[in-house]
């Protein structure tokens, strides 16, 4: 049993995370899209709390917050993000920022204690301006010409203003630092049933799945939907929906017990309620951990295609757009998680692959990295309804605490 | 037989429709939304040559021309409209404004003839603002409150602003004088392919069909696209592609032999590639020149929605935005296009009710209204190949200046 004093205080991360959630308050959620006021804000609150865990803090020029130590020994570093989803909920990023304080809030305090965890504030993992932009500045995969190209996908608005709006433009990007963390620990809410469905407390991640996304294009013949019979139509929204609904009764068939796909976004061209569309798109994504279950989905997708050109009257294409391999988490790390969940949870801990991207898996390809999750109530996620239990949130605090000590001391 | 006087010019016709393509000109067809400069353009090329027929022309505060004859005896009034759907086909609009003109040079200078032909064109009939603002302000259906809420369905321009930049702002509109015209004549290419098929010169309208539209939204649960199991998704995205589908499978056994029904818009909510969208929206027309199909086939539609909505696991609701009422066209202006068609085009002219919505209907509510149709190549319509052959444009003005020398006639 680890001595009392390295016990998170569940009461404080309760207090934490409330007032987090006030900042940016949208009904019992949040809005606070990346480099918003709100998101400024927080990650303002974020720098005057990190001194309480003795870790000096700075932002960097793409706004991540790194609370960095003084103190001799092994470090850990550990955090998740402060930005939200639009109109979403008030534990997606927070929860992990606000462990990691706690975390070194307990542990960088204490005297006999060697090493200390330092803080993370990764910015947009949400992927408002781009694709987890502050983890990937960090591991060195971000220029400054991706920089200069992104812009909110929801107004518009550059990224090099939305930088110079923060105060952060020509500040330099804090870089991964070789050799000085003996890896990474990142907590989330799961954002799927599977902790609650089976009364669990701890999720310990695996493995973040890989995400392969499609476009896919129909194309019919454009016309006016007063005047032209049904029999000479070539409506590529028709033939849209028919491949969705093929999808859905092929797929069940070939894909693997934890397999997922979405269509998240239908767009007919042109649109218009008098006018059959010509043309017709939709984003199409594939999750899985195993790849050779991926490519056998996507063998199974352009054969549909195919049939469906063939049987026309659209002309059906798949463009793959994204090719994401998963990221494996460390196998010593997830012992230390479940032998924490052991002396703080009675052990309702299950091994399983996270279905999200994190900023985990970014961090895994310079360091070791791994993940635990607390459960979703109902499994809600991106939405402003989405929360945890505060039981839970307390006992998820205690687990990470309680790992970070492990991991430090193994 | 008529007199050769009073026969059209088809290579003036040709010519002045080249004209109008000229400007706004977009591939083969023409961009010239309501109230863009091309637009401004055609109507002020418009007003320039309506003198050449003996007219005074007018441009009122919608932007409707109206080219009006001092001479004595009988007025036929007839015309359509100038701007264009966004990248869209040179004739569907110009092709009834230049045939009016046509027969208003024909038969206004012909001082043994007794009568005149009076020219409109009618603004944003193509509903860039509204629903057929121009005619609808004719026929005194426009309130000032309506057009003070119009905005360009495209960019948000205010109608206001529209007009004031026309140069319209404050203009009075010009309404119906009751009793001063014998009826309204307008002519337009087919947009379907009846007369192509047959090898047909002429379609004699005997109505505007009725369009009924409706939204139709599914309520599902937004969620995240990578952590949420298959089996307990609530995908509206996927609901509604399911409802398509069966639509087009349940509808063939319910319509009648010339009920057309579209899905032209489809929009998921939240609409992103890694969230499961929670809603899902469809606009939905249907259109039949007997509401007794269109009665049942709205039975159906409620039918099937309140079985997907029981079924689960998506909630599908139907909401009715348009009632159209079929406009009926007057018989013995039918008689006398078809006895044109006799004199002019070897009887090559067949019955048919019109698809599309056309400003006839609403000069129909208040004085006998009729139509005739000319071929279009391929059936294409509101797209920029939409197109028909010179001789079936020159045939189709000798048809209608004969029917207008028939009407006018008696």
Redesign the interface.
């Known amino acids: 049993m680890p001595d009392t004093k390295s016990l998170a205080d569940g009461q404080r991360v309760l207090a934490d995370l409330n007032a987090l959630r006030a900042i940016g308050a949208y009904e019992t959620g949040v809005h606070k899209p990346t480099f918003s006021e709100p998101h400024k804000r927080s990650l303002d609150w974020l720098v005057q709390k990190l001194p309480e865990a003795g870790l000096g803090a700075e932002i960097d020029g793409i706004g991540n917050v790194l609370g960095t130590s003084s103190k001799s020994g092994p470090k850990l570093l550990a955090g998740s993000h402060l930005e939200s989803?639009?109109y979403a909920g008030w534990l997606d990023g927070p929860l992990g920022v606000v462990y990691a304080l706690e975390a070194a809030r307990v542990l960088n305090a204490d005297p006999w204690f060697k090493g200390a965890v330092e803080v993370a504030a990764w910015c947009d993992e949400e992927?408002h301006f781009g694709s987890f932009l502050g983890s990937r500045s960090y591991v060195g995969q971000v220029t400054e010409a991706e920089i200069d190209a992104a812009r909110d996908r929801t107004n518009g608005r550059t990224m090099r203003d939305a930088l110079a709006d923060m105060g952060l433009a020509g500040r330099a990007r804090i870089a991964v630092e070789k050799g000085r963390h003996i890896g990474y620990l990142e907590a989330h809410i799961?954002?799927?049933?599977?902790l609650e469905s089976g009364k669990l407390a701890i999720g310990v991640v695996t493995s973040i799945?890989g995400?392969w996304?499609y476009r896919i294009n129909f194309v019919g013949?454009?016309?006016?939907?007063?005047?032209?019979?049904?029999a000479?139509r070539k409506?590529a929204?028709?033939a849209?929906?028919?491949f969705?609904?093929a999808i859905?009764q092929r797929f069940?068939a070939a894909c693997g017990p934890?397999?997922?796909?979405?269509?998240?976004?239908?767009?007919?061209d042109?649109?218009?309620?008098?006018?059959?569309?010509?043309g017709a798109e939709m984003?199409f994504?594939i999750?899985d951990d195993d790849p050779s279950v991926i490519a056998r989905l996507e063998d199974l997708l352009r054969m549909m295609a195919d049939e469906a050109s063939a049987k026309g009257p659209c002309a059906v294409t798949v463009t793959k757009l994204r090719t994401g391999a998963p990221a494996m988490m460390d196998a010593g790390f997830q012992e230390a998680i479940e032998a924490a969940s052991k002396a703080m949870a009675d052990g309702r801990s299950i091994r399983m692959p996270?279905?999200?991207?994190h900023d985990a898996q970014m961090l895994a390809t310079v360091m070791p990295a791994a993940m635990l999750f607390v459960p979703s109530i109902g499994?809600?996620?991106?939405?402003w309804t989405e929360n945890t239990a505060d039981a839970d949130i307390v006992t998820g605090a205690q687990v990470f605490v309680d790992a970070c000590r492990r991991m430090l001391s193994g």
Chains 1, 2 share one sequence.
């Not at 042109?270 to 010509?278: K, Q």
């Not at 996270?354 to 991207?357: D, K, Q, R």
């Not at 499994?379 to 939405?383: A, E, F, P, R, V």
Request: glycine residues 16%.
């Open positions: 989803q639009n992927g799961e954002q799927g049933d599977t799945v995400i996304q013949e454009q016309n006016h939907a007063g005047t032209t019979r049904m000479v409506d929204g028709l849209l929906a028919k969705c609904v859905d069940p934890r397999t997922v796909w979405t269509t998240g976004r239908i767009t007919l042109p649109g218009a309620p008098s006018i059959i569309p010509g984003l994504q999750r996270s279905g999200a991207g499994g809600i996620s991106h939405h």
